[in-house]
């Protein structure tokens, strides 16, 4: 990735015309945005901050269920984006294809209403199921490229596509209505992310994944040269979680983290412990920082939003090797 075109305390940038956005479609998503934007505020930023949410939600709404008329809980976060992490709201009305077949996709091209945003000269987004770890202000001023994303750099480099879940962007009227287009033609199984390769490949510009962009699940896989970047260094994880700026939630098969693993998938699916260099012992370490972000986000889940989001329980139904597994979310 080549370097900055200037440094972020040169006194000359504008920050108005940079914006860290996120979009959030369901009451699950909007708690991990707020999480998001506690860490944003934490650790701080110069960039302004701006959440595209769907414009049937009423931010003054009332629970009137309760003797207090207290807000609903999706108002309470959203008016809490506001008060306590200074984070712009913008109802949209959200994008998405009604033959989508991944339930998990649904709604996601609503992330592509970033590049409507022409108050901004540039937008990063990202997506709200990750942890913010350090400032990331230097990415808004990169070389102009229409976009830029981390690799998805798991199989044959060959076959290595663009991950949108941290999408750096030129909003811009004219690609806007190119996404548009794009979006009422896509297939049954084309996400944001297959569109994003399809019309911007090869003018993509590389964001690379260390450290950008570290996945959860680089801690449950046996090789990481794909991840290091080379074959000097050697993996560890707490080094690598120390130097990462932003880390996503993706473990398939294991849930999303605000629906809680089984027992049975835990078991299953988290790292071994391997041999430790030293004689007799056995290294966790991988394993225990991982089951540790999923503790982590469960505690500050209930820190940050509250009664009403709590993690969701789901009962698992038949075998995880057999095909037919399915899944029941117990609310």
């Known amino acids: 990735m080549p370097g900055p075109v200037t440094t972020v305390e040169d006194p000359a940038i504008d920050w108005f015309k940079f914006a860290y956005v996120q979009y959030v479609t369901s009451p699950e998503y909007l708690c991990s945005a707020l999480m998001l934007w506690s860490q944003v505020e934490t650790i701080g930023s110069r960039a302004q901050r701006l959440m595209l949410y769907p414009s049937h939600w009423n931010v003054e709404e009332i629970d009137t269920t309760r003797p207090s008329k207290p807000l609903t809980p999706i108002a309470r976060l959203l008016k809490q984006a506001q008060t306590d992490y200074y984070v712009k709201l913008q109802p949209v009305d959200v994008l998405h294809q009604n033959h989508t077949e991944q339930t998990t996709w649904a709604g996601s091209y609503t992330k592509l209403l970033a590049f409507n945003l022409t108050q901004y000269?540039?937008?990063?987004?990202?997506?709200?199921?990750?942890?913010?770890?350090?400032?990331?202000?230097?990415?808004f001023l990169l070389p102009s490229s229409p976009v830029a994303m981390p690799y998805t750099y798991f199989g044959p480099p060959t076959n290595w596509a663009y991950s949108s879940h941290l999408l750096l962007l030129h909003p811009s009227t004219n690609l806007f209505q190119?996404?548009?287009?794009?979006?009422q033609h896509a297939g049954p199984n084309e996400n944001d992310m297959d569109m994003l390769n399809t019309i911007f490949s090869p003018n993509i510009l590389a964001?690379?994944?260390?450290?950008?962009?570290?996945?959860?699940?680089e801690l449950r896989r046996k090789s990481h040269q794909e991840y290091l970047g080379n074959l000097k260094d050697t993996w560890d994880a707490e080094k690598a979680l120390a130097e990462a700026k932003y880390m996503h939630f993706s473990d398939w098969p294991i849930p999303k983290p605000w629906i809680q693993a089984t027992k049975e998938e835990l078991n299953r699916y988290m790292s071994d412990c391997v041999a430790s260099e030293w004689f007799?012992?056995?290294?966790?370490?991988?394993?225990?920082?991982?089951?540790?972000?999923?503790?982590?986000?469960?505690?500050?889940?209930?820190?940050?939003?509250?009664?009403?989001?709590?993690?969701?329980?789901?009962?698992?139904?038949?075998?995880?090797?057999?095909?037919?597994?399915?899944?029941?979310?117990?609310?």
């Open 280 to 331: 007799g012992a056995t290294d966790c370490r991988d394993r225990t920082i991982w089951l540790g972000l999923y503790g982590m986000f469960a505690r500050r889940r209930k820190e940050v939003c509250g009664i009403g989001f709590e993690l969701q329980q789901r009962v698992m139904i038949g075998d995880a090797e057999d095909k037919g597994l399915s899944c029941d979310v117990v609310n």
């Open 121 to 139: 000269d540039r937008v990063l987004h990202l997506d709200s199921d990750a942890n913010y770890i350090r400032n990331m202000d230097e990415l």
């Open 178 to 183: 190119r996404i548009e287009s794009a979006v």
């Open 207 to 217: 964001i690379p994944s260390r450290p950008y962009d570290l996945l959860s699940g």
